[in-house]
């Protein structure tokens, strides 16, 4: 099944809001209850991570992952045009979030 | 992981609807005190109904834990001058901070606000909210006071309001012993859940995801007592009908006429992309006065994609911190710091930082210089400010993990540069909303209003001092009375209405019809405004109403919520038009700049334009600014009875 190639229309930008990390993510949807929007729905399988269906809804609060209990299971991804730039003072390197 | 196509290539199937489809279906509630809003000031209203003894429901589009623009944070606790090492008394600063704002202020609310924030904000500190720094994570800021472990903010130093005062360049212009105390840093993120275990703790009785879509009058009359509202629910369309003895409105502002930004930068300003007006629409189809509907700025600060702070996005280093251009050179702007008071930066000095750009003084691009700054004062700035000061929460954890070090790096910035807006970035008028009285109380009986859904409000205090008050008024007219009348077929029209767009599969889909009400509001309404514009822009609306409209579907209870919303964006956008024609004028003050009537025209200007419905026709009237009368006189006259920090 992994291997299907699926008709879809085209992915809603932004792509992930958020990056769920399966391993560590125990499903217990506290970010979709957090999250005012309801960017994301819960997982029909139980204990499964939820799943981000409103995607282009998210206002970048935050909440999801600030208050995700399982530390690493959610990661805050901002898209592209947003990733902010900083400039380290002394040496001059400007750097930005990945 | 989670997106919606790895689900599908692991399952085979795309995930069915994951809440049970109730359409069709109704819940009735009866409460003494409805609550339509779960935000700072749905949730203060709620909290102090319940503690008046009365039985409250409530209603919030998303879940209350972390809804509305102060659900992820606050920083600032604005206008505190009730507290102990304030050095100024709070009616005197209720009254500057009036004179500041200008002349379309809410003196009613500010009043409240400069009265009971403080106690407000100790019931906050008593339900477990953190407004001290007791751990000393901040010794040595400016601002602190070590012996409160209060956080004072540069806000408002020696003055009120936010322009740069003439003096602020001048040596010693604001030095501590001057400085009148009345903003205080607060940790913000902790308030809105402790908001929701005190509802429930209370016995409040919440509807998280359900919408309000319509107020109810006794017997159905437009402009009769307002005896409930009724509500869908955003995920399983159940459709819900709420009688109570009063009802509080509390579902913010009108965003997103002008742009929606969908997909690309998000949406977010000043509001949570869930505010739509829906709040006043209601009560303007109930009958109730609104004001102040007129004005429409450019976007300032916070706005839409112009991937600022707030935005989420790369432009932070804002307030406190310095701006210095490619060679570290330092920009001639206000800080929003202690030197100048907290002072904002007026347009003049934005010209002349863009003059300096194209002259060669200045380099692009610019930088917030947190490193040029005394460590204590980044750290203050970084760690508590912009670490509580809602959406910028997670910049702060996002950029701290990334590897941004606050005492060595500057983050970049363009919005100094940018500043001025195009016609797609006008916003609409945060200062327009409901009209009320000295107890918040509406033109309709039985409707109070708090937050910024009433006209001209401020902050994060304002809503809470505000719905704290509403709900303690609110709480004492129900004792007084019966439930209401409701009338059937008004609540069989409401829900026909509403469920109209699930009951169709093709056709229109919302956001096609909110981009297209955009498109009116930036051809016809944005920079230049005309008699000949507004025209075209109510015909155009028209035409939506009767082609698009009729196709608007919903695939589901959630798109069904923001089919609802963009019908309230609809109703709010002609609110402001009707508004604008009404107002022959141009000024500034007011956010109106029309072509065919360049002209202040004094009289009319020193007049609130109100409106409402009567038998769906729109009728205006006029009061004059500063109707409240004397601020002082007019609070202690209606709160003989208060209390002060509740003792439960
Ligand atoms: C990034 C950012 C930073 C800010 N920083 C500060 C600060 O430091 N200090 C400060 O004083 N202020 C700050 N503010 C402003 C502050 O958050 C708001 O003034 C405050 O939240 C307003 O409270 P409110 O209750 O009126 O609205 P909100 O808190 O926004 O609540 C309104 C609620 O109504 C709900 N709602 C809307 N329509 C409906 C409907 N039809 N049915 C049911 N529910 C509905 C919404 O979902 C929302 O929960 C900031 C705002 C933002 C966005
Ligand atoms: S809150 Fe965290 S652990 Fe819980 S479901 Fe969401 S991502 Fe997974
Ligand atoms: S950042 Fe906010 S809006 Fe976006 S998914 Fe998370 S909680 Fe929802």
């Known amino acids: ?98 | 992981m989670g997106t919606w196509h790895d689900y599908l290539k692991a399952a085979g199937t795309p995930p069915e609807w994951p809440y049970p489809i109730k359409y069709g279906e109704e819940t009735e509630v009866e409460t003494d005190v409805l609550v339509l809003g779960g935000g700072i000031a749905g949730c203060w209203a709620a909290i102090s109904a319940a503690r008046n003894g009365v039985k409250v429901a409530l209603f919030e589009k998303g879940d209350v834990r972390r809804s509305g623009a102060g659900g992820p944070g606050c920083d600032h606790w604005c206008n505190v001058p009730a507290n102990p090492l304030s050095r100024v008394d709070p009616d005197e600063w209720a009254i500057e901070m009036i004179n500041a704002l200008g002349d379309y202020s809410n003196g009613i609310g500010i009043e409240i606000q400069c009265r009971e924030d403080y106690d407000t904000l100790l019931e906050m500190e008593q339900m477990g909210g953190k407004i001290r720094d007791d751990k000393d994570e901040f010794v040595g800021a400016e601002g602190r006071d070590p012996e409160t472990k209060l956080m004072f903010s540069p806000r408002y130093g020696a003055k009120a309001g936010y322009g740069a005062h003439p003096d602020w360049r001048k040596p010693g212009f604001n030095p501590p012993e001057k400085r009148n105390n009345v903003v205080i840093r607060i940790w913000g993120s902790t308030f809105k859940p402790i908001l929701k275990r005190e509802c429930k703790k209370l016995g409040v009785q919440i509807f998280d995801r359900v919408m309000a879509t319509s107020l109810l009058n006794e017997n159905g009359k437009q402009g009769a007592r307002v005896v409930g509202a009724t509500g869908i629910n955003g995920r399983t369309g159940e459709f819900i009908i709420a009688r109570a003895k009063a009802t509080i409105i509390a579902t913010a502002g009108s965003g997103q006429l002008w742009n929606i930004d969908m997909e690309h930068g998000g949406y977010s300003y000043m509001y949570s992309r869930n505010e739509n007006g829906d709040g006043s629409v209601m009560a303007f189809k109930a009958g109730a006065t609104i004001t102040m509907r007129e004005g429409s700025h450019p976007f300032g600060i916070a706005s839409g994609l112009k991937h600022k702070w707030y935005t989420g996005g790369g432009d932070a280093s804002y307030e406190n911190v310095p701006i210095v251009d490619a060679n570290n050179v330092k920009l001639d702007l206000v800080t929003q710091g202690w030197a100048d008071a907290g002072a904002m930066n007026s347009p003049d000095l934005l010209q002349a930082v863009r003059d300096g750009v194209e002259s060669g003084k200045f380099e692009l691009p610019m930088f917030g210089d947190f490193a040029g700054m005394k460590p204590e004062e980044s750290n203050a700035t970084w760690n508590l400010m912009l670490n509580e000061e809602s959406t910028t929460k997670i910049m702060v954890k996002t950029m701290t993990e990334g590897g941004f070090d606050h005492t060595r790096d500057q983050i970049m910035n363009y919005s100094f540069i940018e500043m001025q807006s195009p016609p797609q970035y006008y916003d609409a008028p945060r200062g327009g909303g409901i009209l009320h009285d000295w107890n918040l109380k509406t033109t309709l009986d039985g409707l109070y209003a708090a937050g910024t859904a009433v006209f001209s409000p401020e902050d994060h205090s304002f809503a809470a001092s505000t719905g704290r008050y509403a709900g303690r008024k609110a709480a004492a007219y129900a004792k007084t009375v019966e439930l209401g009348e409701v009338c059937r077929e008004q609540i069989a029209k409401e829900k026909e209405r509403v469920l109209a767009p699930a009951m169709r599969s093709e056709g229109i889909e919302w956001k096609e019809l909110h981009n297209g009400l955009c498109r009116v509001m930036q051809y016809y309404v944005s920079q230049y405004k005309t008699e000949r514009l507004y025209n075209l822009a109510l015909e155009e609306i028209a035409r939506i109403e009767e082609n698009a409209v009729p196709q608007l579907y919903a695939l589901d209870p959630h798109k069904l919520m923001r089919s609802l919303e963009t019908l309230s964006a609809i109703e709010s956008a002609k609110i402001i038009i009707y508004a604008q024609k009404e107002r022959k004028l141009s000024s500034p003050k007011l956010g109106i700049n029309r072509l065919d009537y360049p002209e202040p025209d004094e009289e009319e200007l020193k007049k609130y334009l109100l409106m409402h419905l009567e038998n769906d026709e729109v009728v205006f009237e006029r009061i004059p600014i500063r109707f409240w009368g004397n601020m002082k006189e007019q609070y202690e006259a209606h709160n003989q009875d208060y209390t002060g920090v509740y003792k439960g």
């Not at chain 1, 992994?2 to 992915?11: E, G, R, Y």
């Not at chain 1, 990390?21 to 029909?44: A, L, M, S, W, Y």
């Not at chain 1, 269906?53 to 592209?80: I, K, R, S, V």
Request: charged share 20%.
């Open chain 1, 1 to 98: 099944m992994a291997d299907k190639v699926f008709a879809l229309p085209n992915v809603q930008t932004p792509s992930v809001p958020v990056k769920i990390n399966p391993d560590k993510c125990i499903g217990c949807n506290t970010c979709v209850e957090t999250c005012q929007i309801d960017v994301f729905i819960p997982n029909p399988k139980k204990g499964a991570p939820p799943i981000i269906l409103h995607a282009e809804e998210c206002w970048y609060c935050g909440c999801c992952a600030t208050d995700c209990p399982t530390p690493g299971a959610m990661e805050f991804n901002w898209p592209l045009p947003l990733k902010p730039r900083w400039r380290n003072k002394e040496t001059g390197v400007v750097s930005q979030l990945k």
